[in-house]
């Protein structure tokens, strides 16, 4: 290896350490991104609920899935009995709306059969408005921060929201079967229902609008004792079945890089890795790569040959051998491209032809006559075959 190539390397590998010290001793920012996950201890992940989910639920049993909700409780269907193995509540804690149409008629189809929904988003879909009978408005008044109240625990402390609070609230409802639990007040002490319980056939849905309530800045932040009074409302004697996410990109979930991928001084070394890589190879082909040989493009002789086969046929002035292979080569193109039976070149010939193509019946009938008598002759003359070539234009087939 030239003494130049070690160098290079040597001052490549300095450079790359000193970025992954510089990067591993900096102050890292707080990320305020949205993320829900399970894994992350940013202030809007779910580290905490998860680790605190037991004391939360106690006695219950909490069964989590990271399957769809149809996928999970499809297979946990009895179709014999037309009911399913498990009873519950299921728990849904998202930022956005990530289950598909087939979870949510699943959802519904649950409940039906006596189950209870718990589901803490930012929005609903139209269909969960549509059954549920209710509508969601949006506050414009954007304020710092709002008061949260339970109405069974009207005479608590009010908790205080005031990052990653959104000001969203159900407008509408169906008062002769919808009930009020929770409530939010604005800076203007104008109060806005966030937190409802809905009956469904035989069970219940629990629909809440502040789901940054179950995450790690707020758990952490003394308003814990409201947010286990939210899930006080979940019926305490049948097992909980948890709708999670794990992580922020499912396809980072199943990739081997995952760990490497998600710290950002390993990311970007293995990234400047594979650049630097990249570079020698370049680099090193170049210095090696023997000279590619210039080859011409090689020559279009078709007009050329065209050329010399017509001279061929001008010096012969064979007329009759012209009109012959232009007679096989238009009968052989109406046959392949209109499927139409040349043997007999008679009326039926000509109307399946006129049909077929939309051409005049006279310029056919022409073409086909002298055809006819092309073929009756064994000689033909030059003012013959430009009058057939003539007759063939006018036709373009």
Do not use: C
Not at 59 to 86: A, C, G, H, L, R
Not at 141 to 153: H, I, M, Q
Not at 184 to 199: H, Y
């Amino acid at each position: 290896m030239p003494k130049s190539l070690k160098i290079y390397i040597f001052l490549l590998v300095l450079i790359l350490i000193g970025i992954i010290w510089a990067d591993a001793t900096k102050e890292k920012p707080i990320d305020w991104s949205e993320s829900y996950s399970l894994n992350m201890k940013s202030p809007f992940g779910l580290y905490v609920f998860n680790e605190e989910h037991k004391s939360f639920f106690s006695p219950q049993k909490v069964k989590k899935f990271n399957e769809s909700p149809y996928e999970y409780f499809d297979k946990n269907y009895n179709v014999e009995k037309s009911t399913y193995n498990i009873k519950g509540t299921i728990l849904l804690i998202e930022h956005q709306t990530n289950i598909d149409e087939y979870s949510e008629n699943e959802l519904f189809y649950f409940t039906s059969h006596g189950n209870t929904v718990f589901y803490s988003n930012t929005n609903f879909s139209e269909k969960f408005a549509d059954s549920l009978g209710f509508e969601i408005a949006y506050n414009n008044d954007f304020s710092d921060s709002l008061k949260f109240k339970l109405e069974r625990n009207a005479k608590l402390d009010n908790f205080y929201f005031n990052k990653g609070i959104n000001n969203a609230y159900f407008s509408k409802i169906d008062s002769s079967k919808t009930e009020v639990l929770g409530t939010q007040i604005n800076s203007k002490g104008e109060k806005f229902a966030n937190f409802i319980r809905v009956p469904y056939k035989n069970g219940n849905f629990y629909l809440h609008l502040q789901p940054v309530a179950f995450t790690n800045y707020y758990l952490l932040n003394k308003n814990i004792k409201y947010t286990e009074d939210v899930l006080g409302y979940i019926p305490s004697q049948l097992p909980i079945y948890w709708k999670v996410k794990q992580y922020d990109n499912e396809e980072l979930s199943s990739s081997p890089m995952r760990y490497l991928l998600s710290q950002p001084a390993l990311k970007w070394a293995w990234f400047l890795a594979w650049i630097t890589l990249m570079i020698f190879i370049v680099f090193n082909a170049k210095r090696r790569q023997r000279i590619i040989p210039i080859k011409e493009k090689l020559k279009n002789t078709t007009v050329d040959f065209t050329k010399t086969i017509g001279n061929l046929y001008y010096q012969e002035r064979n007329h009759q051998n012209i009109a012959e292979k232009k007679i096989i080569f238009f009968l052989e193109k109406i046959r392949n491209e209109y499927y139409i039976d040349t043997y007999n070149l008679d009326d039926t010939f000509v109307n399946r032809l006129n049909q077929k193509t939309g051409k005049s019946k006279k310029d056919i009938e022409a073409v086909v006559f002298f055809i006819k008598k092309l073929r009756n002759q064994s000689n033909t003359t030059e003012k013959e075959l430009i009058t057939f070539n003539e007759l063939l234009e006018k036709l373009n087939l």
